[in-house]
C-alpha cells in the first residue's frame, strides 16, 4: 500500500507581515531622500560647471586685454567701497552715465558682452536664480561696438555668483595687488554667491576655521543650503568647498583678510594684498 505523503503549507505569520510592511515603508521614506541627495549632487556639477565656463570666459577676455581681469571704471584713495547692481539700462559700462565705479558685477557682466557665453551660466541650479533677460547688438568692436545693458538686470535673481571685487585701495595697490593671468594658482577668483550677514541663518563673519561643521553653514553659500560652494581657483579649476577657509593662505574667500593671520575684518571693502579674495556681492 502507498502512502501518499503531503507536506502542510501555512501562510505569513502576522509578524512576518509586519516586518515585510515595515521594511516596504522604510524604502519608501527613504526614496526622497536618495532622490534629494542625487539632485543636489547633479545641482553641484552643473553649478561647477558653470564656474568653469566663466573661468575659461575671463581667461579669453584677460587675453584680449593685456592679461587683465574683467573691470569696468574705478577710483583710486585709500578708501575704496565695491558696490553692485547699478547702470543696468545703460549701453556702454564704461561712460559716465553707466554703472557707477567699483561696480563688481558690472565688471562680471563684461563676460557677457564680450565673450561667448550665455546669461544662464551665472545661474546655480540649485539656487532661486532666473537667467538674464540681456539681449545685445554689434559686434564688439571698435566700429561696431556691442550695445545692450550694461549690468545685470537684478543681482538678487539673475546671478548666483560672487566674482573677486577687481577695484584695490591705494594700499592694495602698494603692497603689488593685481587681478590678471598671473595670479597665483589658488587664488580664489569666483564662487557661489557670498552669504552675507543677514540672510536667513547666514552670517559669514560669524565663523571661524575653528567653528563646527553645524555653525559653518553660517559661512557657507546659501545656494547649497550652506553646505559649501564651488570655488573658482586661478588656474581655472573648480573644487567644492565645505568651509570659505580656502584659497592661498586658507582664510576667508568672503571676507578681507588683514593680511596677518585671516582676521575676517569687513565685507564691503577692497582686498588686502595678492593673497587676499574678497568674492562679491553678497547675499544680504
Keep these: 500500500m502507498t502512502r501518499l505523503c503531503s507536506r502542510s503549507r501555512r501562510g505569513f505569520t502576522l509578524v512576518e507581515l509586519l516586518v515585510v510592511l515595515f521594511v516596504c515603508v522604510f524604502l519608501l521614506a527613504m526614496f526622497p531622500a536618495c532622490y534629494t541627495r542625487q539632485e543636489r549632487g547633479s545641482n553641484r556639477v552643473k553649478c561647477a560647471s558653470n564656474l568653469r565656463q566663466i573661468g575659461q570666459a575671463i581667461l579669453l577676455y584677460s587675453n584680449d586685454n593685456a592679461g587683465a581681469y574683467p573691470r569696468t571704471r574705478a577710483t583710486a584713495g585709500r578708501v575704496v567701497t565695491p558696490t553692485w547692481g547699478t547702470g543696468a539700462s545703460a549701453t556702454n559700462p564704461f561712460n559716465a552715465d553707466g554703472p557707477e565705479p567699483n561696480d563688481v558685477t558690472a565688471a562680471l557682466f563684461l563676460l557677457l558682452r564680450t565673450q561667448d557665453i550665455t546669461a544662464e551660466v551665472f545661474t546655480c541650479p540649485s539656487s532661486n536664480a532666473e537667467r538674464d533677460p540681456a539681449t545685445f547688438t554689434g559686434a564688439g568692436t571698435t566700429t561696431q561696438p556691442t550695445i545692450g545693458p550694461s549690468n ?40 557661489d554667491m557670498n552669504p552675507g550677514t543677514t540672510g536667513d541663518g547666514h552670517n559669514v563673519l560669524a565663523v571661524t576655521v575653528k567653528s563646527s561643521n553645524q555653525q559653518m553653514k553660517q559661512g557657507n553659500s546659501a545656494n547649497h543650503d550652506g553646505d559649501g560652494q564651488n570655488v573658482l581657483y586661478g588656474d581655472g579649476h573648480v573644487e567644492w568647498q565645505m568651509n570659505p577657509f580656502v584659497g592661498v593662505e586658507r582664510d576667508n574667500i568672503y571676507t578681507v583678510s588683514d593680511g596677518k593671520g585671516g582676521n575676517a575684518q569687513a565685507l564691503l571693502d577692497s582686498p588686502y594684498d595678492l593673497k587676499d579674495s574678497i568674492l562679491l556681492p553678497t547675499d544680504d
Design 152 to 191: 545685470f538686470h537684478d543681482v538678487k535673481k539673475n546671478l548666483s555668483y560672487s566674482y573677486q571685487n577687481p577695484y584695490p585701495n591705494d594700499g592694495a595697490v602698494e603692497r603689488k595687488w593685481h587681478l590678471d593671468n598671473a595670479i597665483p594658482a589658488e587664488y580664489a577668483v569666483a564662487a
